[in-house]
């Protein structure tokens, strides 16, 4: 049975509550959260927000080809938390299978890579759900009468990131929704990043691959992507999974900070301006939540 999400919670709300009546309000122009009065000494006494991502992945978070800076939607989320809380971002590049360990050490203080909020990660991981997501089946444009639906690539190969989300829900789609069916499994054809998947499939290796919902939109859709059209989405997403921001288990009061302004943001509509401007309000949320991700194969 589905676990129920835990939103945040009562406590959280009468802290909110509590913060009110002890602060004055405080001006639309002033951005310093109430919250940061409640983030750990530790990271309060540095004045710093440590901020781990893998910048690999458009439009959440990539290097500007021209300038070589950080920019997507995690890196402009990230910079207005740390502003909101009265601390100076700073980014430290990393792999993603990086991220969890370097919370678990302290290196970090949160992650924000497009981090899929499953069950194997919350062992050392709270997650602060932002984000919806899903994994999306796509192939070049035009996709062939064949490719129309998503059981259409039962039998066939594949093109899938190992390392992540979308392996485990390709590896639960074709137990699913072609073995279960009476169809022949997904032939996966497994790369490192989850460009190689879209070469395997240029290079004819596999005749679709899966990735978020969101970056491939965005790679096909945005005005000046230089791939864009080049692709045609198979059916819907076979998966609907929560994003979040990663906190070390042993910062739970960083967690709720981090919550507390998300959630803020979403009420004073700058979160919306921000995944505006990164063309992905399909994938807003309304209500943040910890820990409430694992929705998996609808």
């Not at 439009?59 to 100076?88: F, M």
């Not at 639960?172 to 169809?183: D, M, Y």
Request: glycine share 8%; proline share 6%; hydrophobic share 40%.
């Amino acid at each position: 049975m589905r676990r129920r999400p835990t939103v945040l919670l009562l406590g959280l709300a009468v802290l909110g509550m509590t913060l009110e009546l002890a602060l004055p309000r405080q001006a639309a122009s002033q951005t310093v959260s109430a919250a940061a009065a409640h983030l750990p000494q530790t990271i309060r006494d540095r004045g710093e927000l440590r901020i781990g991502t893998a910048p690999t992945y458009p439009p959440l978070e990539s290097r500007d080809p021209a300038t070589n800076t950080l920019q997507g939607l995690d890196i402009d989320l990230g910079n207005a938390i740390a502003t909101r809380l009265g601390l100076k971002p700073v980014w430290m590049d990393q792999s993603f299978q990086q991220l969890i360990p370097s919370l678990d050490t302290g290196r970090i203080d949160i992650g924000a890579s497009g981090m899929t909020d499953i069950p194997a990660r919350r062992e050392k991981t709270d997650f602060v759900d932002y984000f919806a997501t899903g994994v999306q089946l796509f192939t070049l444009a035009p996709a062939p009468p064949d490719l129309q639906k998503v059981e259409d690539v039962c039998g066939r190969k594949v093109a899938v990131n190992r390392n992540g989300i979308f392996f485990v829900r390709m590896q639960e789609f074709s137990e699913q929704i072609c073995v279960a069916k009476g169809r022949k499994p997904v032939d996966l054809v497994l790369t490192d990043l989850t460009s190689d998947g879209r070469r395997q499939m240029a290079e004819g290796r596999a005749v679709a691959a899966a990735q978020g919902v969101d970056a491939i939109r965005y790679l096909n859709e945005t005005a000046d992507s230089p791939e864009r059209g080049k692709y045609a989405l198979i059916g819907a997403p076979i998966s609907v999974d929560l994003a979040g921001f990663g906190v070390a288990k042993s910062q739970p009061a960083l967690r709720d900070v981090i919550a507390s302004v998300v959630q803020e943001m979403i009420a004073d509509g700058s979160y919306d301006t921000i995944f505006r401007k990164w063309a992905l309000p399909y994938t807003e949320v309304k209500q943040v939540t910890i820990n409430a991700g694992g929705a998996g194969t609808p």
